[in-house]
């Protein structure tokens, strides 16, 4: 149990555009969801926490203009980067939270290339 | 504010021995802490957690880690290393107050297991 996909796994785009990434709780509802950046070699940054049907709040220092989050149901989350450029390349990752329970669990990583 | 701190970013072991990842935590409330591991271009998997209830935590994959508040300590520990635990290995302490349950990671240990 607690599973939790996302898609695409690796995606390469040019500069300029906009990807989305999807992150979903296949088995539990998630009350949180959460997206990490991870840069090589690093660890995760928090970029910000989204409940369902609520407006995401983002970490200090992340544009929110830039990584729009979307939490439309309890089961799915997007992060949409707009305008891409080649220092947004990154693994992104998403976790979730079902409700009354402390840990997250996490998806398995988006690769973001912007050439 | 919680922080959690990772002593030594590399840590080498032979197969079949001890394995030994350090975590220092700072908080100012009894603190939920965490072990997971990641895999290369993957997400991370939980290993194990604290929360409150016994000092000695096992895990899955044949690990535990003893809470010590004295030490402000929640070192990870493995009494054989197998090829397959080479990874990265993070700690991980969630953040007090709020209702979502943020988590702040240290900065990670590899661990590589030497045959």
């Known amino acids: 149990g607690a599973v939790v996909s996302q898609h695409p796994s690796r995606v390469i785009c040019k500069s300029g555009t906009s990807v989305k990434i999807e992150c979903r709780s296949l088995d539990f509802q998630a009350t949180t969801m959460f997206w990490y950046r991870q840069f090589p070699k690093q660890s995760l940054m928090l970029m910000a926490t989204s409940n369902e049907g609520s407006k995401a709040t983002y970490e200090q220092g992340v544009e929110k203009d830039k990584f729009l989050i979307n939490h439309a149901s309890l089961t799915l989350s997007t992060l949409t980067v707009t305008s891409a450029h080649p220092e947004d390349s990154s693994f992104y990752i998403c976790?979730?939270?079902?409700?009354?329970?402390?840990?997250?669990?996490f998806g398995p990583g988006t690769r973001l290339t912007v050439t | 504010a919680q922080s959690v701190t990772q002593l030594g970013s590399h840590v080498s072991v032979s197969e079949g021995a001890l394995v030994l990842l350090r975590c220092n935590y700072s908080?100012?409330?009894?603190?939920?802490l965490f072990w997971y591991v990641q895999y290369p271009n993957q997400g991370l998997q939980l290993l194990l957690k604290y929360t409150s209830a016994a000092t000695l935590v096992k895990g899955i994959n044949g690990f535990e880690a003893e809470f010590k508040k004295s030490e402000t300590s929640f070192h990870l520990t493995k009494p054989s290393a197998h090829m397959s635990d080479a990874a990265e290995y993070f700690c991980a302490v969630r953040h007090s107050g709020g209702s979502n349950y943020k988590l702040t990671f240290g900065k990670g240990t590899l661990l590589t297991v030497n045959p």
């Open positions: 908080s100012s409330v009894p603190p939920y």
């Open positions: 976790s979730a939270r079902p409700n009354m329970v402390y840990e997250q669990y």
